[in-house]
C-alpha cells in the first residue's frame, strides 16, 4: 500500500503562485503508476484538477483547468509538482495527489479510479 503525502499549502494572495510536491511515504518512487492533483473546495465535491502517467510522460487537465495549472513529476517519478499560477480565492481547497498502478485505471481524472491517496495540503488565497 502506497502513501502519499502533499506539501507545499498555504497562506497566499491572489495573484501568487506556488508549487505543491507529493511523493510517496518512505521515499519510495512513483515510477510506475498514474498522479493526479484534485482539491476539495469548502461545501463543494473534490474535483479534478491534472494527473500525469509514468508510462505515456504525458499530462491530462480538466478542462476547467486548463491554463493555470501545470503537472510534472521529476525524472525519477520521486515528487510530482503541481504549480499553480495567478491564484485566486476561488482556488481555496484542500489539494490531494493519488495515484495507480498503471494498467490498473481508465482515467486518471477520476478520482474513483485512483487507489492511494494523501491527507492533502490546503491552500488559502484572501488579501
Known amino acids: 500500500q502506497v502513501q502519499l503525502v502533499e506539501s507545499g499549502g498555504g497562506l497566499v494572495q491572489p495573484g501568487e503562485s506556488l508549487t505543491l510536491s507529493c511523493v510517496a511515504s518512505?521515499?519510495?518512487?512513483?515510477?510506475?503508476?498514474?498522479v493526479g492533483w484534485f482539491r476539495q473546495a469548502p461545501g463543494k465535491e473534490r474535483e479534478a484538477v491534472a494527473c500525469i502517467s509514468s508510462a505515456s510522460y504525458r499530462a491530462r487537465y480538466a478542462d476547467s483547468m486548463k491554463g493555470r495549472f501545470a503537472i510534472s513529476a521529476d525524472n525519477a517519478w520521486n515528487t510530482v509538482y503541481l504549480q499553480i499560477n495567478n491564484l485566486k480565492p476561488e482556488d481555496t481547497a484542500v489539494y490531494y495527489c493519488?495515484?495507480?498502478?498503471?494498467?490498473?485505471?481508465?482515467?486518471?481524472?477520476?478520482?474513483?479510479?485512483?487507489?492511494?491517496w494523501g491527507e492533502g495540503t490546503l491552500i488559502t488565497v484572501s488579501s
Open positions: 518512505g521515499g519510495a518512487s512513483l515510477d510506475g503508476y498514474a
Open positions: 493519488g495515484a495507480a498502478v498503471e494498467g490498473d485505471y481508465n482515467d486518471c481524472l477520476y478520482a474513483p479510479d485512483l487507489d492511494y
